[in-house]
């Protein structure tokens, strides 16, 4: 039998990125970085820090993709 999750409806492919993105975020404890990632992610936060800029919000940066689109 030929199988593929092609072969699935869209909303069982969401769901089964759901649940793994799930089981992934539920062991993240057991996820370890090197230290290069750890530097680069303080590196950000002192830059992030120091800036105090707060972003934007996600409405106005969707928006901006979907006009690039």
Do not use: T
Not at 19 to 32: C, E, G, K, P, V
Request: proline residues 4%; charged residues 35%.
């Amino acid at each position: 039998m030929d199988y593929s999750l092609k072969n699935l409806p869209v909303h069982e492919r969401i769901r089964l990125v759901e649940d793994l993105w799930d089981s992934i975020a539920s062991d993240q404890n057991s996820i370890s970085l090197s230290s290069a990632q750890k530097a680069e992610l303080d590196k950000r936060l002192d830059a992030y820090e120091l800036a105090k800029h707060p972003g934007r919000p996600a409405d106005e940066v969707i928006s901006e993709i979907r006009k690039k689109l």
